[in-house]
């Protein structure tokens, strides 16, 4: 079982340095990874260093900039499963906004509690770029989240449960 802090916290503690103090930080239910309250605290903010921003209201919705899941790839040089074997063609490519929000998904379902029925909807979505990559569209980023999803598959196996 993988004990470090994860994608999701690793990104959280960056994008807090950069917002005021009384702004929230909350993981987004839509494409974004994040989304905060901080235009309200300071209506300069229209970035945030390490992410990609886009203000809709008055809240700011974040994804990570791509080279945190270049970051991501580096952290495992080895393919740790068949499917991140096949996708490691797409290791060190620039991922599109397409594939930055399914590597926000898979973060978040790591962080959290996901059904078996989410991980399944994440390996299909995946399985699915993966083959809109292999006809020439994007490949960027899916090294990175085949590296989440391997995570899941790995925590929910028997015998990795957390006490």
């Given at each position: 079982m993988y004990t470090d802090a994860?994608?999701?916290?690793?990104?959280?503690?960056?994008?807090?340095?950069?917002?005021?103090?009384?702004?929230?930080?909350?993981?987004?239910?839509?494409?974004?990874?994040?989304?905060?309250?901080?235009?309200?605290?300071?209506?300069?903010?229209?970035?945030?260093?390490?992410?990609?921003?886009?203000?809709?209201?008055a809240l700011l919705y974040l994804l990570p900039e791509p080279a945190w899941l270049l970051r991501w790839e580096r952290r495992f040089r080895e393919p740790p499963d068949a499917l991140c074997e096949s996708l490691a063609r797409f290791k060190g490519m620039p991922p599109d906004r397409e594939n930055l929000s399914l590597f926000a998904?898979?973060?978040k379902l790591l962080d959290g509690h996901p059904s078996p029925g989410e991980v399944e909807a994440l390996d299909r979505e995946l399985r699915q770029r993966?083959?809109?990559?292999?006809?020439?569209?994007?490949?960027?980023?899916?090294?990175?989240?085949?590296?989440?999803?391997?995570?899941?598959?790995?925590?929910?196996?028997?015998g990795n449960e957390e006490p």
């Open positions: 994860g994608p999701l916290r690793q990104l959280r503690a960056q994008a807090r340095t950069a917002l005021p103090p009384r702004a929230f930080l909350k993981r987004d239910r839509g494409d974004a990874l994040f989304v905060t309250n901080a235009p309200a605290f300071a209506p300069e903010l229209r970035e945030v260093p390490g992410f990609l921003a886009e203000r809709r209201g998904r898979a973060a993966a083959a809109v990559a292999l006809r020439g569209g994007c490949g960027g980023g899916l090294y990175a989240a085949a590296i989440l999803l391997h995570m899941l598959d790995r925590r929910d196996a028997p």
